[in-house]
């Protein structure tokens, strides 16, 4: 068993584009639930919105790549907006049911054959981040140590990709020590209460539906930018899942939680594929007992056995869930 493998091949997921992408979509998400406490089990759609609104504007209105990206964040604005002025009003579970169906509903519209012409259906959209890699000013060759080595091209997406987690954390930090981020705890606590003083409870969700899905929507052009590519079989319900996943790895309300659990989820989940992978060769303890096909499975159901111990002995998660948005 080649240990020094296994701990390289996690480090990479933990550092690398996998873990970038999530940090980025736990954030969003823990503008949402953590703070706002707003249920939103359809978060991929925020990440699709991104990703298919810079990609259709960049072929089919040939936008510059700066504008095709920032019109992947006003179409999770927009899809915000949309979710969120017919649902928040009533009962949280109405958001629930909401967003898991627009998440659906968004996937089998790009898929479809009847608009392929736009969205490219089950093939995606191809090549419009090109002008992202031209303009890459790192030299070609290798960069790491030992066996931990990424090319110029996967070191340019993982820099801008860590400046945005960067900027992320500092926006919600900044904003959730403000007084705009009290109302939403308050609200978070007791929305009946929060009412009682005044507060436009409904307008504050929808800010933070909003926010959090612009910043969602950025894991999800993080993903097409690293691939020059939106593939559509990328944005299904289960991604929200391993969302909820990593955040309560992480700590929810927590300002550093979604980073840090994103870094764990994504460590664990590569390490577990690399440790299975080389416990199944010919000649290994379970080279006869595991198929190549049980691998997925397999690992899944290893990480959920991971996830319900620590809920079991450590339910607040690795930082500690908290209620004062601290710097932890």
Known sequence: MDWVQILVDGSRAAIGVPAIAYALAVIGLNVHFGYTGLFNIGHV???AAGAYGAGITATEFDFPFPLAILAGTVAAAGLGLLLGIP????RAEYLAVVTIS????LRLVVRSSSFESVTGGPQGIGRWATPFYDANPIPEGGYGI???EFSERQLWVMLVGWILVALAVLVTFLLIRSPWGRALRSIREDEDAARSLGKNVFAFKLQSLVLGGVIGSLAGLVLAV???FTDPTLYQTVFTFFMYTALILGGTARILGPVIGAMAFWFTMQALDSFLRQAITPGAFAGDVIDQTDLGPLRLALVGLALVLLVVFRP???LGGGSDGGMR
């Not at 649902?87 to 009533?90: D, G, K, N």
């Not at 627009?102 to 509903?105: N, Q, S, V």
Request: aromatic share 4%; charged share 20%; proline share 0%.
């Open 45 to 47: 759609a925020f990440l």
């Open 87 to 90: 649902t928040l009003r009533l």
């Open 102 to 105: 627009a998440g659906e509903i």
């Open 146 to 148: 030992g066996r931990l």
């Open 226 to 228: 690293d691939a020059n």
């Open 316 to 318: 607040q998660g690795i």
